[in-house]
């Protein structure tokens, strides 16, 4: 896969965190933290799983391997959901520059720590996406249960014109 193709999917997937990110903050702070709603507790945990997964595996795929650390291991606050849509932007970004940084036998030289799970860059790229569209729209069910729909996310097809988020 080249820079240019993967960098649509990495577009789509910063405008779709911003968008469910948004209409978070729409929701009380009791439906947000409400806990088992689903199924890895309740929204908020949800959202800050989504950021610390983003930034997982774009450090994986730089050469850092994390281990078993969450992302607020690392010093960085992710306690309110304003710091969390901040992080949100800022992983977006880093990732944005990572994948436009990488050249085509970069993206398709097979990557990893274990010499057992080896996956081409691109595809571990692939998989911040997909794991991202798994959470959005697990997230989106709930956020319309309770009133605030974040309307049509499957807007892959437009990744080309979608804007690239920025703080608000």
Not at 2 to 7: E, G, H, K
Not at 25 to 30: F, G, H, I, M, N
Not at 122 to 142: D, F, K, M, N, P
Request: glycine share 6%; net charge negative.
């Amino acid at each position: 896969m080249d820079a240019d193709s993967l960098l649509a999917f990495v577009r789509y997937h910063a405008w779709a965190n911003d968008r469910i990110l948004t209409v978070a903050a729409q929701l009380t702070d009791e439906d947000l933290r409400k806990k088992d709603v689903l199924d890895l507790g309740s929204a908020f945990d949800v959202l800050r799983h989504l950021v610390d997964v983003d930034w997982s595996w774009r450090e994986y795929c730089a050469g850092n391997d994390v281990g078993d650390s969450y992302v607020w291991d690392q010093g960085y606050a992710l306690n309110d959901l304003n710091q969390i849509h901040a992080f949100s932007l800022e992983e977006d970004m880093r990732l944005r520059l990572f994948v436009g940084s990488l050249d085509e036998a970069a993206l398709n030289e097979p990557w990893g720590t274990d010499q057992k799970f080896k996956r081409p860059r691109w595809l571990v790229i692939s998989h911040i996406v997909s794991h991202g569209t798994q959470h959005r729209s697990e997230l989106a069910r709930y956020f319309t249960v309770c009133g605030h729909s974040p309307g049509d996310l499957d807007n892959l097809l437009d990744a080309f014109e979608l804007p690239w988020p920025s703080a608000p």
